[in-house]
């Protein structure tokens, strides 16, 4: 055993990494569920995401062009979810399930053109001066741009939260739809929007993965990074900062774990593994009994007649 | 624009034709999506519905039909009771993990004993493992209000790596070459769930889900509690002063559908699969709810809804090694289907309408 | 016109091992079937086979085989149906691809006897079953001579999958032989618990880099680590089940390839011709069961050679990887002076050699 192998700045530098797909989907979902949705597909549109994206950075070389487009096919797949339970009214539990089922076989089919291929390289933002300074320099100024893009979402959604009108719409329908609508707010409307913002963020989690962080494509490659998203909206009770921990600590387990490997500690993988579920499952019961959890309306069909 | 108006009373024609509409609607699009792909959409649909019925070999893929829905409805029955009530577990793929674990377990604790009680012995145990499983989500919302969806959920990673490290540990074969993965319980003989009529596909795991789909049934029409379990989802308040003690209901439906998805991966893991493994578990936790809702949370609907997806289920494995349509294509086909089912039934409960506006 | 049929069924399903000695209708072609574990475009074990199978029905002539297969069945009893499916649908022949599917295998072939089962890296066999494997730890060997040389940090990164002998023997035979050219030589193992999950590898890689790895071994199946070793800059690695020659000539080196082709040729053929028979087979380079990619350029001439002159003295089976004295990793007396591994230990391997350090998971 060599702790010492273990570089505590590289340490932290790709735990960044390694968060930055479940915080982009993270953000997104809680977006969707402060509007009082519960969207269990978010596997499905991360794994759409990441074959569109890749396609679009394939066809037209350009990563950046496919985040877009990842954001897109997202957003695109989120719209079947629009349709069943925004207006078929059906339930959002099945109805996220069936996505992610949906979501998996499409992928695979537009996908199999592109196996075997290798995406266009994205440049690592290596900021002059600044990422030469030691420690600070890895760790915050020579990431690729999605990783700053991540952080910049976590900020604007939580400025947009806490300061905007829309924020407190936004709430307010998660809160108590009807309340919201009877004060004459879009209550159906917002939460299209609130949905498809969490498509595209799913949409652009998915296509880090198939463009920065393996690149390539293939089949199912998100390997249930949607769950953890999922998880981690939780864990971080509907709060954006504590998503961005929430990310870093479970890219950290992620990383953390295999440095440990390496380092020739024998760990029990499978436990460590556990760990960020049954720290989200503590978290849920101690913020259970401050009474400041869920929006109240979440997983709730809402029709304007009731 | 079109607009929806709740209907009184749910249309009793709707819910017998919604179904229908679905599956015709996913016919067509679904062969249009073959025929993008360069099959024989015509075939392709007779392959996947009429064939595993019907075609040459119906005689194997029939009984396989209950092999294939027996856990899907055995586990979607314990899910509706609490669906009903507004109890959402959705983490019956754990339960189902933990069942198969503690039952085989008990199994292998015991190996190679032959005795008639061992395998009713395991069918206990899995039941109590699902069952126990089930309880901390249940007991952490009794106690302290929390969200039950989310921990159920957390809960089914936590028995998946549980799994895993009891394929690499715990429970592998000592005569297994150092592969991961239990002795096969198929060569164990008192442990076995074998096959009741050879042939015929029945196995204790499709006689179970036959019971649970008539002693739900009764349970919803006939007794105090299920009136009990109706009243709280449909009027929570009213519910309160009809006696109904919310606690104790959380902790009942949770813990029958605990025991209900331990049992089914007793069975399978006993029966058709034979072995714990690291992937052991193939997603009928998470089907089951699909099939939960496609069957309208109701008994009979649900024992349907099951057949209907094993039948996708093998008949889209026909379509693959006959037509040689690829598993994607099948996923796709599958994802319409529910998504198809899933969209008609608001004709069940609304009408449309023509309107000037959105007003939502 | 439906109780006929169910009658019929039932009447079928009783006599199911008397009615399936043959395909229900005559036919010219011979059916085989491949059941796949993964997708069949997965870039590694499952694309491989399905390659090899095609290149089979190449071979033989389309006119004489017909290729039907199942792509991503899981291990259990989807397989079994699966193999049914095949076998009813008058399959002479059936591969089953993947460890999982023995159990399943066993029991469908009792159930058709006249049709051919052939599973792969198993070790069960029945009348009209057979097991094959490959020998990829005599590749590992080259691969490693490769490492010790080219190494300059001395340090060498390996990416496990499954705690299964077969990656144990891999890991073994790599250390062995880099340790042989350059005793400074040290290995850091992770082990992933899943032969393909790209992010995963690609974290993994990028963890040994960073703990000073210089060359990476990959026993999973994605292209990943290549891509995390060409990021780095400076760091060599290999391909894994297929060649990967898209990251040539550097950082991909050189490469071991799973090479079905020319097994399944000959196992259809005797299927065809009636000289089938159960066998259980292991085999390495000199079968051509394990190809070695091309050595790239990156590799100095002398240490090419040296491999290369490595690979063909295992192919002459005049070399065998595991050939004492070697010493466990608790320090104890493995094989003497001379000695050679039988296949019965290295089929079950579960022990490192001397010198590894860390435990394999248990």
Redesign the interface.
Known sequence: ?DLS???PV??VA?LM??AT?ILLAAIGELVVEKAGV?N?GVEGMMITGAICGFAVAVETGSPLLGFVGAAAGGAALSL?FV??TQ?????Q???G???T?????????I??GY??K?PPPSARLDIPVLSDLPVLGRILFSHDIMVYAGLALVAGVWALLRFTRAGLILRAVGENHDAA?ALGY????IRILAILFGGACAGMGGAY?SLL????W??????G?G?IA??LV?FASWKPWRVLLGAYLFGGV??LQ??L??????I????L??SP??I??LV??I???HRS??PASL?RT????? | MLK???RRQPSQVWAYLAPVVAVVATMVVGGLLFAF?GKDPLLAIRTIFWDPLFGEFAFYYRPQMLVKGAPLVLIAIGLSLGFRAGI?N?GAEGQYIMGAIAGAGVALAFYPLEAWWLFPLMVICGAIGGLLWAMIPAA?RVI????E???S???V??AE??L??VS?GLLKNPEGYGFPGSRNLQQYPSAHNAELITGSGMHWGVVAALIAVIMAYILLNRHLLGFQIRLTGEAPRAARFAGVKPKQLVLLCMGLAGALAGMAGLFEVAGPSGRISIDFNAGYG?TA??V???GRLHPVGILLAGLLMALTYIGGEIAQSSMGL???????????L??FL?????LT??RLKLAKA??? | MKKRTFLKGAAAAVALPLAMTGPAFAQEKTKVGFIYV??I???GWTQHHHESALKMVEEIGEDKVELVYQESVPEGPDAERAMTQMALGGAKIIFTTSFGYMDPTINVAAKFPDVKFEHATGYKTADNVSAYSARFYEGRAVMGTIAGHMTKSNVL?YIASVPIPEVVRGINSAYIHAKKVNPDVEM????L??W?????????A???I????DVIFQHTD???PL?AAQDAGNVIGFGQAGDMS?YAPSPRVSSIIDNWAPYYVSRVEAAMDGTWESHNVWEGIGDGMVGIGEISDAVPAEVKAEAEAMRDAIAAGEYHPFTGPLKKQDGSDWLAEGEVADDGTLAGMNFYVEGL???I?Q
Do not use: C
């Not at chain 2, 302290?144 to 969200?147: A, I, L, S």
């Not at chain 3, 850091?188 to 082990?191: D, E, R, S």
């Open positions: 055993m192998a273990i570089n590289l340490l790709s990494v390694a797909p519960l269990l079947l349709a069943l207006y078929a009214l059906a339930n539990v099945a109805s399930l069936s996505l089922l949906f979501g998996l076989g499409l992928s695979a089919l996908g199999q196996v075997g290798k609508h879009k209550v159906r409307r993965i962080r393996v690149p390539q293939v089949d199912g490659m998100t390997a990074t769950w999922l998880a939780v992620t990383v295999l440095n490997q390496a380092a020739g500690l024998a029990p993988v499978e436990y593994s556990m579920y049954l989200t499952i849920l019961v913020m259970s009994s959890g869920a997983g809402f029709h304007a007649s009731q | 929806l108006e709740k792909l959402w959705i952490l302290f209000g929390t969200n969806i989310l921990v959920l957390m809960l990673y936590v790596q549980f895993a490290s690499l998470f709810i699909i939960a809702f496609l690829s598993s994607s294509a099948i996923q796709v086909f599958q994802g319409m529910l998504f899933l969209m008609v039934d608001v409960n609304y959105d007003a939502a | 993964g997708p475009n997965d870039g990164g850091k193992i992770i082990w618990y899943t393909m999950d790209p992010a995963k590898e690609a974290d993994a990028r963890t040994l960073e703990q000073g790895a994605s292209t990943a891509a898209e350090t860390g435990e998971p």
